[in-house]
């Protein structure tokens, strides 16, 4: 009966179920083909000086090697794909904020409204502590590791590194350092969704302490410096984190009250306003 009913059901029908999900689909294309081109754009832009900001990212390392050595290209290709590659990465990083206002213009029309209230500060609070993770690495970790290293090498051995080697080796710094600024947004959105409270972590903060140092050791290139760089500064963000989900918390329970006294008064006034009409 039910496959009869199938068959028999109006072609038109079915086209108008089916076209929903054909614009969806034709708008993610749209989204993602409009991102790629704006990547592209800022490549092209950046691609004349791409040995200049290679230059730029090498400068914490070359202001420490000893007078006399310098970096080194050990392949063929590498004075020109080096660059190349850095030039990529670095126009993904700078169309990140339109990558992400692309991505909300294609969810936001199936979120509710307080979700859209909440959405537009995390999108900006995420891009934000993104690039300021990537500034801490580079005016900070950079400095401090860089100088470590090469004053530590033995009598004899000149340090002349590989541009290839070195770009490898500060965009794993840089994405490491991205992502762990990124912990009071992943903290904030546990505990707002509901997927744990701020009473659980709190009671579970040594684990995350030791979790966050163990993070520290799989992102980073394997030194002490880097890893307690970034794992000092993952666990003050997380406590950040719970700081502004216990503010959150406040304010919501704050307005949930504020809700129900205005609906008590409005009844107290309806219930006089019908004691009244049956007097009159």
Request: hydrophobic fraction near 50%.
């Amino acid at each position: 009966m039910s496959e009869q009913t199938e068959h028999n059901q109006d072609p038109d029908a079915r086209v108008k179920e089916e076209l929903p999900i054909v614009s969806h689909l034709i708008e993610l294309r749209s989204r993602v083909l409009k991102s790629v081109v704006a990547i592209l754009a800022i490549f092209l832009c950046l691609f004349y000086f791409a040995n200049d900001i290679y230059a730029f990212i090498s400068e914490p390392l070359r202001v420490y090697l000893p007078e006399g050595t310098s970096m080194i290209a050990t392949e063929v290709a590498s004075p020109f794909l080096t660059p190349f590659k850095l030039t990529i990465v670095l126009a993904i990083f700078m169309s990140m904020p339109f990558t992400l206002h692309q991505a909300w213009s294609f969810i936001s029309p199936g979120m509710y409204s307080r979700e859209k209230r909440l959405a537009v500060p995390i999108l900006v609070s995420s891009v934000v502590l993104f690039y300021a993770g990537m500034a801490f690495a580079y005016y900070v970790v950079f400095p401090l590791v860089f100088s470590f290293f090469t004053s530590v090498a033995p009598e004899g051995v000149n340090i002349m590194t590989d541009i290839n080697k070195y770009l490898d080796f500060v965009l794993k710094l840089f994405f490491a350092f991205g992502m762990a600024f990124e912990i009071p947004v992943a903290t904030f959105l546990l505990i707002s969704s509901g997927a744990t409270t701020v009473e659980s972590l709190t009671s579970k903060r040594p684990y995350i302490i030791v979790g966050c140092f163990l993070f520290g050791m799989l992102l980073t290139p394997p030194d002490v410096i880097s890893q307690a760089l970034l794992a000092f500064p993952m666990w003050l963000l997380f406590e950040i984190g719970i700081l502004l989900s216990r503010l959150n918390r406040k304010n919501r329970t704050k307005e949930a009250n504020d809700n129900e006294e205005a609906t008590d008064v409005d009844e107290d006034t309806n219930e006089v306003d019908k004691d009244s009409n049956e007097k009159g």
